[in-house]
């Protein structure tokens, strides 16, 4: 009879386990007995709930953190390789979740106006060798917490240093006339600029600036990314070796986190084109060569 009444409960209940309890005059062993239950569904603790998407989500960001630039593609690939088998869609899903992106270079940033006027390109088989006989300039952008900022800079092709730089919250043609007069202004005025055909290079504004200080304006072939290599060459170091690597939660501790990055670039970090010479080391020793040759 209490046999048959116990199973009678654990039936409605659903879950003979729950009805066993110690410190009866019944065994533990009876008491399983009685209700149809193996003595080990007793003693088994359940593992707490795991969510796959909050594991994978962890997951991802480690795989962002080690590489910026990956997207979807190679995060998912590098997944799967370390034996977590999922697919490319699941892990877009979740980055989009998370707002995370791969770092690339954005589309159009170098197009110029309808009818804008166009330079050469000069510097084809061209020997640089001295300083002052090539700036070249670029616009890049940098993601913050806040939006996207633009860094130009005016590197010296021959010694790698930087000249000047401009930060702004817009791509507009007159941080790249103050950079390039605030190079002229310390330093002279070069013999060729090269830049892009990017519609701030191409105003009138830009270009009268540049001519009327003397020099001769080179603009980089349709097309020909490598045209403009040295400053493209510059954006990638200092985002690998620097921005990459720290946060900055405010407009001004990233001028100043790029402040300080540029100083340590031009006056203590060896460059090996110049045979590790500091770029700042390259320049003042070359300028002062040229003019006591001159």
Not at 48 to 63: F, G, N, R, S, T
Not at 139 to 160: C, E, H, N, W
Not at 228 to 242: A, G, Q, S
């Amino acid at each position: 009879m209490v046999k048959k009444k116990a199973r009678e409960i654990a039936d409605l209940l659903g879950n003979p386990v729950s009805l066993i309890e110690e410190n009866l005059y019944v065994s533990i062993s009876e008491q399983c007995r009685i209700f149809g239950a193996s003595r080990s569904s007793y003693y088994y603790a359940p593992r707490p709930k795991v969510d796959i998407q909050v594991q994978l989500k962890e997951k991802i960001k480690e795989q962002y953190s080690l590489d910026p630039s990956a997207g979807s593609r190679r995060i998912t690939a590098a997944l799967n390789r370390a034996g977590i088998p999922v697919k490319r869609s699941v892990i877009r899903r979740l980055m989009r979740q998370l707002n995370l992106k791969g770092i690339a270079p954005k589309r159009n940033l170098s197009k110029p106006k309808a009818g804008a006027q166009k330079f050469p390109y000069l510097l084809r088989n061209l020997k640089i060798e001295k300083p002052n006989a090539v700036w070249s300039t670029d616009i890049t952008y940098l993601k913050t917490p806040t939006g996207f900022m633009y860094l130009t800079a005016i590197i010296d092709v021959y010694s790698r240093k930087i000249l000047s730089w401009e930060l702004s919250n817009s791509m507009s043609k007159d941080f790249c006339i103050n950079c390039y007069k605030e190079a002229v202004k310390t330093y002279g005025s070069p013999e060729i600029l090269n830049t892009d055909q990017g519609s701030q290079y191409t105003s009138n504004e830009f270009i009268e600036t540049v001519l009327s200080s003397g020099a001769l304006l080179s603009m980089d072939g349709k097309g020909r990314c490598l045209d403009n290599v040295w400053i493209e060459r510059f954006w990638r170091t200092i985002k690998y070796d620097y921005l990459y690597l720290y946060e900055h939660k405010t407009t001004l501790e990233l001028y100043k986190g790029i402040q300080s990055y540029l100083n340590f670039y031009n006056s203590e970090r060896g460059h090996s084109s110049l045979g590790y010479s500091t770029p700042d080391e390259a320049f003042e020793l070359s300028t002062f060569e040229y003019k006591k040759i001159a």
